[in-house]
């Protein structure tokens, strides 16, 4: 994965951070009025700060796009570099837990003793599929390896508020799509 040429928010924003650094050691020169190394470093803090802003946008924008390929060209996503770089991301344990704690705060929003919430999680329907969410958890806790592919629908079905877990109408499709993430998180 060495060859992409991915956008790196702190290696963006790195050569300004010294900047300001530097700039703020002219403060250090007692001749020199205060204001002048105050300034150059409040400049290129802010400077850093924006690049380092953009190149976090730009790198999720190639997600999104990598995303899009896992998941509507699942067989011909092995040959893009830029994929596979994503499948690696994706499957990678943090990512695997992270997903499995929203999973299980799913699973927490369930519980009967807690009064509704705000929360658009619409609790008969996803209480009807408990056990198809608590699987899910399982798998994504399980040791053996899952496809990006089944992590992205995953992320789909729990953070998109049009997914049959967050849809008025979604109860009658939130059992195929529960188990479609489950299926698809098979490699």
Known sequence: ???????RPFKAAAPLVL??????????????????GAFGAICFGIAAFVRAVRARVELAAVRRTADR??????????ASELARW?????????????LRREVEHVLAELDPSKLPSASPLRRPSARAN?????????RLASSRPVSARGVLLTRTLLRDGG???????GAPLLPRALRRALSALEP
């Open 1 to 7: 994965m060495d060859t992409l040429d991915l956008p």
């Open 19 to 36: 900047l300001a650094a530097i700039a703020g050691a002219v403060d250090l020169d007692p001749r020199l009025p205060w204001l002048v």
């Open 69 to 78: 390929l896992i998941v509507h060209e699942p067989y011909s996503h092995e």
């Open 86 to 98: 994503r499948c690696e991301e994706l499957t990678c344990r943090e990512a695997r837990d992270a």
């Open 130 to 138: 408990e056990p198809l969410i608590v699987a899910l958890a399982d």
């Open 163 to 169: 997914s049959p877990l967050y849809a008025e109408d």
